[in-house]
């Protein structure tokens, strides 16, 4: 673990020095911003009533667009993480050190992790500051009753982030899993992306969404948006669901990751 730890401080010092994530943070905070501001030109802005929204819907209705922006963003940031290692011939330094693969892809789990949680930190604050700014975010009442409670949205609120994490995380490691499979960044990238989208478009089917994890990567924040529209939400069963199929997912793309990486001749 210890290695693992170190893998993961030189990971956030390589960060450090790149544009790309810093750019690709503020474009996902630029667009939750957007989305917010702009929310009565936007499609499904009608359906909900977004015109008239309160805090809390201008919250969730920006915070659904930087989950979804920031899901894309982090499959491509992830991807390379490890690419980069094989182009840059970086990993074949690395393993020459008494470092074993599973601890060099443990490194790079870790960091997917901080980079997931780094852009839901800011997609979550700017979206509570557009939220109390362009609205109200007291208790959701109509015509003078108190239909939810703040402490309640709140709740949810937090509970969708938590879940977030890991509905995001698991975009990362498939990613990560993609760029194994494929070490040259730029195929790795639009193999990923378009093969992200088949799974989001087959997670449409009712008999088969259940066991694919795109279709858990925005229904936390999506469940939230519904709480604060007063509808009649509930996070069970789904929430269930979407933890044994993400963590079931995540475990899978490491264990094959792990399987292909020990299998590939890098140290000739």
């Not at 700014?133 to 402490?151: A, C, F, N, P, T």
């Not at 982030?161 to 990560?176: K, Q, W």
């Not at 989001?200 to 969404?209: E, G, P």
Request: glycine share 6%; aromatic share 14%; net charge positive.
């Amino acid at each position: 673990m210890t290695k693992i730890i170190s893998l993961f401080n030189i990971e956030l010092l390589k960060l450090k020095h790149q544009r790309f994530p810093l750019f690709s943070l503020i474009f996902a905070i630029s667009l939750t911003i957007a989305a917010a501001v702009f929310r009565d030109k936007l499609s499904d802005v009608g359906t909900f009533g977004m015109g008239q929204a309160n805090g809390w819907q201008i919250l969730s209705f920006a915070a659904s667009w930087g989950v979804q922006v920031s899901a894309i963003i982090i499959l491509i940031l992830s991807i390379n993480l490890v690419a980069e290692e094989f182009s840059d011939r970086t990993i074949k330094n690395l393993l020459t050190r008494p470092i074993n693969r599973a601890q060099f892809f443990g490194g790079k789990i870790l960091t997917i992790v901080f980079i997931v949680l780094i852009f839901l930190l800011f997609i979550l604050i700017t979206s509570i500051i557009l939220g109390s700014s362009l609205g109200d975010m007291g208790h959701l009442q109509e015509r003078g009753y108190i239909i939810v409670k703040w402490q309640t949205i709140l709740w949810n609120l937090i509970i969708a982030f938590l879940l977030s994490l890991i509905t995001l995380s698991a975009v990362g490691i498939f990613g990560s899993f993609i760029s194994i499979l494929i070490p040259k960044t730029g195929v790795a990238i639009g193999f990923s992306i378009c093969l992200y989208f088949v799974l989001h478009l087959a997670a449409q089917f009712d008999n088969v969404k259940y066991f694919l994890f795109t279709h858990f990567t925005s229904l936390p924040i999506n469940t939230f948006k519904e709480v604060t529209y007063g509808l009649a939400s509930k996070w069970t069963p789904q929430i269930y669901w979407c933890l044994l199929t993400t963590l079931v997912s995540i475990a899978v793309f490491i264990f094959l990751a792990i399987l292909i990486l020990n299998r590939k001749d890098i140290l000739s």
